[in-house]
């Protein structure tokens, strides 16, 4: 390799070990791309050949050029129309999140399907498809099914793991099915339409949910002990049936608002994000549940949050910056390439590397980094993936690598939607429950990445119905 080679491995090296000291990752990110700016410039002919073709200037102007160059990206970023779309959807989850609406689909739920055997642990898959297509967040969606399901499964004497794992997996739906902030993060990092992106991950989110309930089902077939029907069983009546709709229809109208504006054409999805955030206000209005103090906490902690992400996300554009200057995309590029495996095999190795990478990084680190980078090297192979444009090939693999992602909050040791059900799990939960009951579910999540891949329609057909490419 040659010297800017070697610079652009032990940048990335370096990054994977600084993450394990403790350091702040939107500090990591520019810090090493600090670093490493000074020693390419000064030492790297590559650097500077590269920095001087791109800004022509004499070498006195080189360390203001390149410094220029970082400051007008980071600048773009902030002024990204697409990324507008966060700060409202995150306002609207968090606001979901203290409007009852939950509280409402959990009571009326559990008198349909809580006298099955393995009801309750359905009505908490249903009602998190319900909030994921609602809010979006991980940690609200699994703080809520673990706060509201999570004693009512044990109370009726569910296996620990089931349930758990039940919660756990469920609430990670947020994170896929739209509108998602890391849909959001994704087509800005590929230069692709949101709404292109919502639509295509809608089937495959609703897939993995299909294959959650399938397993409940015929696990508590096959081993009943696991998740039995509750000793005093609740008839079904009319009445239960219409709450459950009732319930219902709050929700599934801020979704229709939502998508539904982005599908007919109404809104862009900024704009539909906004008509979210509004629509969950009206809920918490409706339903009592708004006051000053909420009011302050929800744009409290919706500022903590795009804060958080926007740090990253600037961290993340010098890091990519200095990266691609010392020739590391080309350099993965010629490894990809290098493996010889045809086109369907460098997808497979591509999600296989990202669903290791899910075990050690966050998914805002992969998708800020690892996406850009092998996002490209697949579009070029649409052909060979046998697809009619290159457009098509992209919503596929972006969907996929999502879905291989949504496991890293999964997987041990940086699943936080395990940290996050620990943190409000009762006392008799441990560690090693919540690592055994997610196993299965990652199974199944591996199970939805075959089918995705498999049968690309279940992607595609949706974006094409609704844009016409």
């Known amino acids: ?16 070990l600084l993450l394990f000291a403790g350091f702040p990752i939107a500090w990591v990110l ?6 490493f ?57 968090l606001m979901l999140d203290r409007s009852g609406v939950a509280e409402k689909l959990m009571e009326n739920f559990v008198k349909v399907f809580g ?4 009801g309750l642990a359905v009505t ?10 609602s809010t979006g967040i991980i940690g609200a969606s699994v703080v809520l099914l673990a706060l509201l399901g999570l004693p009512v499964m044990l109370k009726n004497n569910y296996q620990k793991e089931l349930a758990v794992g039940t919660v756990a997996a469920t609430g990670t739906l947020g994170i896929l099915i739209p509108p998602s902030i890391m849909l959001v993060l994704m087509a800005d990092r590929l230069s692709m339409p949101v709404g292109n992106l919502f639509l295509g991950a809608l089937f495959p989110g609703l897939v993995l949910a299909g294959l959650y309930i399938s397993y409940i089902v015929i696990i508590s077939m096959i081993r009943p002990n696991m998740a039995p029907p509750p000793p005093d069983r609740e008839p079904l009546t009319v009445r239960n049936i219409i ?24 809104a862009t999805p900024t704009e539909a994000s906004g008509v979210g955030a509004f629509g969950a206000t009206l809920l918490a209005l409706a339903n009592r549940r708004l006051n000053l103090q909420v009011l302050r906490e929800v744009m409290r902690d919706t500022t903590k949050t795009t804060a958080f992400i926007f740090a990253i996300i600037l961290g993340a554009t010098a890091f990519a910056l200095v990266l691609r200057g010392l020739g590391g995309d080309e350099l993965i590029e010629r490894w990809i390439l290098g493996l010889d495996l045809g086109a369907v095999g460098t997808v497979i190795a591509i999600l296989g590397v990202v669903f290791v990478l899910g075990f050690v990084l966050d998914w805002i680190q992969i998708i800020l980094i690892v996406l850009p980078l092998v996002g490209p090297i ?10 009619a444009e290159q457009g098509q090939v992209l919503v596929w693999f972006t969907v996929l690598f999502a879905v291989v992602l949504q496991t890293s909050f999964l997987t041990p040791p940086v699943g936080f939607a395990l940290f996050y059900l620990k943190g409000v799990a009762p006392p008799g939960i441990t560690v090693g429950h919540i690592y055994r009951g997610v196993v299965p579910f990652i199974v199944l999540q591996l199970i939805g990445v075959g089918l995705i891949f498999t049968f690309t329609q279940l992607v595609t057909w949706l974006p094409e119905a609704a844009y016409g490419n």
């Open 1 to 16: 390799m040659e010297f800017n080679e070697i610079l652009a491995v032990a940048m990335f090296v370096g990054f994977i």
């Open 30 to 35: 520019g810090g090493i791309a600090v670093i």
């Open 37 to 93: 700016t000074g020693i390419a410039v000064f030492v790297d002919s590559y650097m500077q050949d590269w920095l001087f073709e791109t800004f022509p200037n004499t070498w006195l102007d080189l360390n203001w050029r390149y410094t220029s160059l970082i400051v007008d990206n980071i600048w773009e970023q902030m002024r990204n129309w697409v990324l507008v779309a966060l700060p409202m959807f995150i306002f609207m989850g």
């Open 115 to 118: 006298s099955l055997r393995g």
């Open 124 to 133: 908490v898959t249903l009602i998190g498809v319900l909030l994921a297509a």
């Open 243 to 266: 709450g459950v709709f009732l319930a219902v229809l709050p929700p599934a109208g801020l979704i229709l608002a939502v998508l539904g504006s982005i599908f007919f054409g109404v």
């Open 378 to 387: 697949v579009a070029e192979m649409w052909m060979d993936l046998g697809f």
